[in-house]
T-cell receptor, first 116, second 111 residues
Framework: AQKITQTQPGMFVQEKEAVTLDCTYD???????LFWYKQPSSGEMIFLIYQGSYDEQNATEGRYSLNFQKARKSANLVISASQLGDSAMYFC?????????????FGKGTHLIIQP | DVKVTQSSRYLVKRTGEKVFLECVQDMDHENMFWYRQDPGLGLRLIYFSYDVKMKEKGDIPEGYSVSREKKERFSLILESASTNQTSMYLC??????????FGPGTRLTVL
C-alpha cells in the first residue's frame, strides 16, 4: 500500500482562486511529520510547510495552510489567492517516527497550472 | 541561507562505468540523503546518513553505495552504471527531524 497518496495528477486553476491539493497518508506510528514541497520547472525542491502529528493547530505559512485531519489521515495543502508563479509540481511527504535521520516518503505529486 | 550543492547538473555516462555524485552542504547538518526522481514515481529514498561514516539503506539501495567521510559531504556511487539508473538524483540535508533542504539535482543519463 502506498504510504502517501496524491489523487490529483494535474489541476488547472484560475488565477486568484484558492487551491486545495489533496494528500492522504498511511502510518501506524504515533509520531510523524508531514511536509509539502514545491518543484517549479527549474527543478529545485522548495520546502513550503510542515505539520507534526502532535500539533493541535493547522500549520500556516503565508498563503499556504495545511488542513490536517488526523482521524482521516489527510493533510491537504491550501493555497489562497493563487498566483501565476504557483504553477509547479507539488509533493506531499511524510517522515515516520521521531528519528531525525529518517528519510521522507513522497507522494507522486500534483502538477498545478495557474491560468490567467 | 542553507546551501546544498551538487557537483554536476547534467552527467552522461556509459553502461558499466563507475559514477560518483557529490553533494556538499554548508550548514553543519547531521543528516544527509540521496533520492532519485522519476516521472510518475515521485522521489524515492536511496540512502541516508545521520553522522560521519554512518549510512542506512533507504527504499531502493540496490545498485548504489554511499560514502560520508566528512560531515559536509555525502557521495553517491554507482559501481557499474546501468541504463535503468538514468534519472534525476537529488541530495538533501536536515538538522534533526526538521525540513530537508535540497540541492539543485543531477540529471544522469546512462547510455
Amino acid at each position: 500500500a502506498q504510504k502517501i497518496t496524491q489523487t490529483q495528477p494535474g489541476m488547472f486553476v484560475q488565477e486568484k482562486e484558492a487551491v486545495t491539493l489533496d494528500c492522504t497518508y498511511d502510518t501506524s506510528d504515533q509520531s510523524y511529520g508531514l511536509f509539502w514541497y514545491k518543484q517549479p520547472s527549474s527543478g529545485e525542491m522548495i520546502f513550503l510547510i510542515y505539520q507534526g502529528s502532535y500539533d493541535e493547530q493547522n500549520a500556516t505559512e503565508g498563503r499556504y495552510s495545511l488542513n490536517f485531519q488526523k482521524a482521516r489521515k489527510s493533510a491537504n495543502l491550501v493555497i489562497s489567492a493563487s498566483q501565476l508563479g504557483d504553477s509547479a509540481m507539488y509533493f506531499c511527504a511524510m517522515r515516520e517516527g521521531d528519528g531525525g535521520a529518517d528519510g521522507l516518503t513522497f507522494g507522486k505529486g500534483t502538477h498545478l497550472i495557474i491560468q490567467p | 541561507d542553507v546551501k546544498v550543492t551538487q557537483s554536476s547538473r547534467y552527467l552522461v555516462k556509459r553502461t558499466g562505468e563507475k559514477v560518483f555524485l557529490e553533494c556538499v552542504q554548508d550548514m553543519d547538518h547531521e543528516n544527509m540523503f540521496w533520492y532519485r526522481q522519476d516521472p510518475g514515481l515521485g522521489l524515492r529514498l536511496i540512502y541516508f546518513s545521520y553522522d560521519v561514516k554512518m549510512k542506512e539503506k533507504g527504499d531502493i539501495p540496490e545498485g548504489y553505495s554511499v560514502s560520508r567521510e566528512k560531515k559536509e559531504r555525502f557521495s553517491l556511487i554507482l559501481e557499474s552504471a546501468s541504463t535503468n539508473q538514468t534519472s534525476m538524483y537529488l541530495c538533501a540535508s536536515s538538522l534533526r527531524h526538521n525540513e530537508q533542504f535540497f540541492g539543485p539535482g543531477t540529471r544522469l543519463t546512462v547510455l
